[in-house]
């Protein structure tokens, strides 16, 4: 066997940082339950190591200025690194766990490390799930000829907020040192990577040290977290409402009253009528803070004090209105 090299490998640690001059996304890390896809589709149907394949969301997504309607993992990456492309002279990624991975049936020919996907929902309301399950590393395989360590993890897109989420399960990472290229995996956003010459052209957003409370860094440039993502973490990269390319609208007309409110804010009768429920509630850095399903009264006595902007579908299209809480 010899060894290998990805494309991602070579463009990511030979880009010249560039600085962003603004973000469309607003980073957050959170826990919540990891429960496994049921139901879904493979991607794979045979033992893999750096697999190629082109996923259908579902639904168009907006990625930064972008709308994508399949993600793609292309072959020649040795990481689990979707693109919004399958191959060209920029490409856009999301960067979902940046560590060489492998299908741990595979010296056996038997699979063992599912990659599966499925999209569900109401639409408008879709949301599209890819799954890792029991996926091992080729490190460690490689070296050690062994397959004990091993991760979890989604990809999940939300086609009513725009929301990018990566979603991290029970894992055994017992070679750390092997494992992984560094210190740990990288993961994060990028907009769009030139590839030639080697450099970023658009905005970045990748994570570093803690992974149980990672810094996000603006340039892009060589960083990895520090160990393992711990089971249940989630990592939510959310739209800013005022970012560039945002296809959500502010109403011409409020619905929402009183504002400023204290404890509670109604709907108005054209209010319940236009809009399609959930409706999201964002806080002023762009941070997803609730989801609100029933539409006749807002609970708002939970959210601190300042302004907040409500994302919602309607029967026009996806709109916002801004709120103001004051206690």
Same mark, same amino acid.
């Given at each position: 066997?010899?060894?290998?090299?990805?494309?991602?490998?070579?463009?990511?640690?030979?880009?010249?940082?560039?600085?962003?001059?603004?973000?469309?996304?607003?980073?957050?890390?959170?826990?919540?339950?990891?429960?496994?896809?049921?139901?879904?589709?493979?991607?794979?149907?045979?033992?893999?190591?750096?697999?190629?394949?082109?996923?259908?969301?579902?639904?168009?997504?907006?990625?930064?200025?972008?709308?994508?309607?399949?993600?793609?993992?292309?072959?020649?990456?040795?990481?689990?690194?979707?693109?919004?492309?399958?191959?060209?002279?920029?490409?856009?990624?999301?960067?979902?766990?940046?560590?060489?991975?492998?299908?741990?049936?595979?010296?056996?020919?038997?699979?063992?490390?599912?990659?599966?996907?499925?999209?569900?929902?109401?639409?408008?309301?879709?949301?599209?799930?890819?799954?890792?399950?029991?996926?091992?590393?080729?490190?460690?395989?490689? /070296?050690?000829?062994?397959?004990?360590?091993?991760?979890?993890?989604?990809?999940?897109?939300?086609?009513?907020?725009?929301?990018?989420?990566?979603?991290?399960?029970?894992?055994?990472? !017992?070679?750390?040192?092997?494992?992984?290229?560094?210190?740990?995996?990288?993961?994060?956003?990028?907009?769009?990577?030139?590839?030639?010459?080697?450099?970023?052209?658009?905005?970045?957003?990748?994570?570093?040290?803690?992974? !149980?409370?990672?810094?996000?860094?603006?340039?892009?440039?060589?960083?990895?977290?520090?160990?393992?993502?711990?089971?249940?973490?989630? /990592?939510?990269?959310?739209?800013?409402?005022?970012?560039?390319?945002?296809?959500?609208?502010?109403?011409?007309?409020?619905?929402?009253?009183?504002?400023?409110?204290?404890?509670?804010?109604?709907?108005?009768?054209?209010?319940?009528?236009?809009?399609?429920?959930?409706?999201?509630?964002?806080?002023?850095?762009?941070?997803?803070?609730?989801?609100?399903?029933?539409?006749?009264?807002?609970?708002?006595?939970?959210?601190?004090?300042?302004?907040?902007?409500?994302?919602?579908?309607?029967?026009?299209?996806?709109?916002?209105?801004?709120?103001?809480?004051?206690?």
């Amino acid at each position: 066997m010899t060894m290998k090299k990805g494309l991602l490998p070579i463009l990511l640690f030979c880009i010249l940082p560039l600085f962003a001059s603004s973000q469309t996304y607003q980073f957050d890390v959170s826990s919540a339950p990891y429960v496994e896809l049921s139901g879904g589709t493979p991607a794979v149907t045979e033992t893999w190591d750096d697999p190629g394949y082109a996923l259908p969301i579902g639904f168009v997504f907006h990625f930064y200025n972008q709308t994508i309607s399949t993600v793609y993992q292309i072959a020649t990456v040795a990481y689990p690194l979707l693109s919004n492309h399958s191959f060209g002279d920029t490409l856009g990624f999301f960067m979902v766990f940046g560590a060489d991975l492998i299908d741990r049936g595979f010296a056996d020919t038997l699979l063992q490390s599912p990659i599966t996907y499925k999209t569900t929902g109401s639409p408008g309301h879709r949301i599209f799930t890819l799954e890792w399950k029991n996926a091992g590393f080729f490190k460690e395989y490689f /070296y050690l000829a062994d397959n004990n360590d091993f991760v979890n993890f989604q990809f999940r897109l939300y086609e009513d907020s725009g929301t990018i989420e990566y979603h991290f399960g029970p894992s055994s990472v !017992s070679h750390p040192e092997i494992d992984y290229d560094s210190t740990g995996a990288f993961s994060g956003l990028v907009e769009s990577l030139a590839v030639n010459p080697d450099v970023s052209t658009g905005e970045t957003l990748l994570l570093t040290g803690n992974p !149980s409370n990672p810094t996000v860094m603006e340039t892009y440039t060589n960083v990895y977290l520090n160990g393992t993502i711990p089971a249940n973490t989630l /990592y939510t990269f959310s739209r800013i409402p005022s970012a560039v390319g945002d296809p959500v609208t502010l109403t011409a007309q409020s619905y929402f009253s009183p504002n400023p409110c204290n404890d509670f804010i109604g709907i108005s009768p054209a209010g319940l009528d236009e809009i399609i429920p959930p409706m999201e509630i964002y806080n002023s850095t762009g941070i997803h803070v609730k989801t609100i399903k029933q539409l006749e009264t807002i609970e708002t006595s939970e959210l601190p004090s300042g302004i907040y902007e409500l994302k919602f579908q309607t029967k026009a299209g996806m709109k916002s209105e801004r709120i103001m809480v004051l206690h």
